[in-house]
């Protein structure tokens, strides 16, 4: 293994710079260092560029969604170097207040580290604290990239499902029909929703709701949703909404869109304030959920993929070596060819 490694390291501003870093070394019992084999690039490290991240650090080495091979490990890690690992977007200690209860995203000694305040996994090396808790091993019958997701946004999709406390045969409205959101219809399939409705602007992502047998009905929120939503529903509404968009009025479509005493989980990163119009949902009783992710359910995540019953590489629309990862920033944030999911790759 060499001394140094390439990593793309989020500077002051929105500069993001392809350098040369010494390769991690393990700090603590519980660290492990892993050599990354897939990775891929998030909205979230959008976030963290544009500024809207409070407790991410500047010059910290991007990226939090990963899978790859042990190489070394810490005396209290029980993998050994050469296991297949997918990766937890959360550090969490496993035992303080909030872990004991599963809450990890909340976790006194963690939380949202990787890529956000100490160096993540868009380079060839990474360290993970608390891989004991925040590595997963992956099945040998998984492969690297139907892993991937597990650790972020199929944990993500899976937590939002999981706030909306869904009942068989309920009706559940996903306001994004982005990576997230995909996941999300997902999950909420298998929690047992029988109508799943998309709502998302772009008329691809639509289709492809639709097509995968995602979504039973795929609507554009420039039209009148909340009446479609009405008479999709009986004239009540959804039993559960699940906003994974944060766009310019996600937030509000969301409450308008949800039934009498529904649940509204919030996955998604808000980069403005936004309001609750007190006087106008008077009487509908709502109870608003919010995120992060909890990542608390990799493993089952993994036995489900391996199960056939979760399959997320239909996400992975594009694909290019570490060196290229300034040109997949900009095909992900544009949405360019319908991107998806950019992902990173890693010696080929």
């Known amino acids: 293994m060499k001394d140094t490694m390439l990593a793309l390291v989020c500077r002051e501003g929105d500069a993001l ?8 070394r393990l700090q603590d019992r519980r660290d492990a260092i892993v050599r990354v084999t897939r990775s891929t690039i998030c909205t979230s490290d959008l976030h963290i560029r544009a500024g809207a991240v409070p407790r991410a650090l500047p010059g910290v080495v991007l990226g939090h969604e990963f899978v790859g091979e042990v190489v070394r490990a810490g005396e209290d890690v029980p993998l050994r170097p050469g296991a ?12 303080c207040w909030h872990c004991r209860r599963g809450y990890v995203n909340n976790c006194e000694r963690g939380g949202w580290e990787l890529g956000c305040r100490i160096d993540g996994c868009q380079a060839q090396y990474v360290r993970v604290p608390f891989a004991d808790t925040g590595l997963t091993p992956i099945p040998d019958s998984v492969r690297d990239e139907e892993a991937l997701f597990v650790g972020d946004i199929l944990s993500s999709g899976y937590f939002g499902a999981g706030l909306c406390e869904i009942r068989e045969g309920d009706t559940v409205a996903v306001i994004g029909a982005g990576p997230v959101g995909l996941c999300a219809m997902q999950c909420a399939r298998l929690m047992g929703a029988r ?4 709502v998302e602007p772009i008329e691809a992502r639509r289709r492809l709701a639709l097509q995968r047998g995602l979504a039973d009905a795929a609507l554009d929120p420039a039209e009148d949703v909340c009446e479609q939503v009405l008479a999709l529903t009986h004239g009540r509404g959804a039993d559960g909404v699940i906003e994974c968009a944060g766009a310019k009025g996600t ?5 308008r869109l949800a039934r009498a005493n ?18 106008q949902m008077y009487g509908k009783n709502l109870v608003f959920k919010t995120g992060g992710v909890d990542a608390v359910h990799c493993a089952r995540l993994l036995g489900l993929i391996e199960a056939g019953k979760l399959d997320t590489s239909f996400l992975i629309t594009h694909r290019g070596p570490l060196q290229n990862i300034l040109e997949g920033y900009r095909v992900f944030e544009n949405r360019e060819d319908g991107c998806l999911k950019w992902v990173v790759t890693y010696g080929e």
């Open 251 to 255: 937030f509000s479509l969301a409450w």
């Open 84 to 95: 297949r690992v997918a990766a937890n977007c959360i550090s969490f200690c496993g035992s």
């Open 262 to 279: 529904a649940v509204v989980a919030l996955l998604a990163m808000y980069e403005e304030d936004q309001t609750f119009p007190l006087p």
């Open 17 to 24: 710079s392809l350098e040369e870093r010494p390769v991690p």
């Open 195 to 198: 109508q799943i409705i998309a």
